[in-house]
């Protein structure tokens, strides 16, 4: 399947990639584009857009995309609930959870995107890791 979001990757727009590919679909083919793009390229290359305004797999209140993502294709694994908590922290509103690790992501995110990478899809290759150790970490709180 073809996915979709706004150019210019952050927290959500990374996790949600990884989340996507790790649990939800292995093949899953990213596309990003400038937001008032993304609707239409979504209906043109029939892909499911995420992380934009007005969309079923976006911001809802104080839930971000990731959570979006988790309640939709049902993921019950207990390290990928604790790590949507820290995603949301850091990327919409640190008091819904209150988790001390999404600072951190936060600033870890935005290191990534001060890196010089040429596009978002070299940004995901690279800092896909970082969700995969927080994956880990999450393993071994959850148990």
């Known amino acids: 399947m073809k996915w979709i979001t706004r150019k210019g990757v952050k927290v959500d727009r990374v996790a949600c990639p990884w989340l996507i590919k790790r649990f939800v679909d292995k093949d899953a083919e990213f596309i990003f584009v ?35 993502i988790v309640e939709k294709y049902r993921i019950q694994d207990p390290a990928v609930k604790l790590l949507a ?8 509103d640190l008091a819904t959870y209150n988790r001390p690790e999404a600072p951190g992501l936060e600033a870890i995110a935005e290191g990534f995107r001060r890196l010089g990478f040429k596009d978002d899809h070299e940004i995901l ?10 994956y880990a970490y999450c393993l071994s709180k959850t148990g």
Do not use: W
Request: charged letters at 25%.
């Open 85 to 92: 908590q820290i995603v949301n922290g850091a990327d919409a």
């Open 125 to 134: 290759e690279h800092e896909f890791i970082v969700y995969e150790a927080l």
């Open 34 to 68: 400038p937001s008032e793009e993304v609707k239409e390229t979504a209906e043109r290359e029939s892909a499911i857009p995420f992380d934009v305004s007005g969309v079923e797999l976006g911001h809802h209140g104080p839930m971000c995309s990731f959570d979006a």
